[in-house]
């Protein structure tokens, strides 16, 4: 989606699989299974983590040494029906002391420290562009009241496959997430489970779970 704001990130690249960059990422294999649930093979989860380091530092100049503290927290895949997909993995990890990102008016032309919960109480007013995944995902870290708190939940929580299947709602898109009672999966996160087309360009979260 161009001109939306996203969070920063892109494609796993041929270096970030070679084995400078395993070094670089200075985890034993088995923390690096473990963060990623046992869901991908050492390779594939430590080339995540190093294209997730390197994309942060080229697109904000934010550099986390050696993978410390990176949590995985969400896996989201294009739904079937698009032409141009993805699976993608969201990382959260703390900044160090001090440091401020600044974009690289290449890819990233503006970047903004946004309050999660305010974003999501003033979404639809033409402000922000936002994909629904970031949407949902600014609603998942709006739950929490500090840093802490949610990095904790993020290094406990089930991480479950997120693609989501787009229907037609009351004539406005939507996008059916596992758990939904319309969903053919029925394993999910918790908390909403329809992001709606709203007024104005923006998104509605509603939650409609199988019973």
Do not use: K
Not at 87 to 113: C, I, K, Q
Request: charged fraction near 20%; proline fraction near 9%; glycine fraction near 10%.
């Amino acid at each position: 989606m161009p001109g939306a704001y996203v969070f920063p990130g892109g494609a796993v690249d041929a270096a970030d699989r070679g084995p400078v960059a395993a070094l670089r990422v200075a985890l034993d294999e088995q923390v690096v299974s473990q963060r990623f649930r046992q869901q991908l093979d050492v390779t594939t989860a430590l080339a995540l983590l190093h294209a997730g380091l390197r994309e942060l530092a080229e697109e904000t100049g934010l550099l986390l040494p050696n993978g410390q503290g990176i949590t995985p927290f969400a896996h989201w895949i294009t739904p079937r029906s698009e032409p141009r997909r993805f699976d993608t993995w969201f990382l959260a990890a703390p900044l160090p002391d001090g440091a401020v990102p600044s974009h690289d008016d290449h890819e990233v032309h503006d970047s903004r420290w946004v309050d999660p919960g305010r974003v999501i109480d003033d979404y639809g007013d033409g402000d922000i562009l936002l994909a629904p995944p970031t949407f949902h995902t600014l609603w998942d870290l709006s739950r929490f009241g500090s840093l802490d708190r949610f990095l904790e939940d993020a290094s406990q929580r089930a991480v479950y496959p997120v693609q989501p299947q787009m229907v037609r709602q009351d004539g406005r898109l939507c996008f059916l997430l596992p758990g939904d009672r319309e969903h053919p999966v029925r394993q999910g996160m918790p908390g909403p489970t329809r992001i709606v087309g709203g007024p104005n360009g923006g998104w509605l979260l509603q939650e409609q779970r199988a019973g």
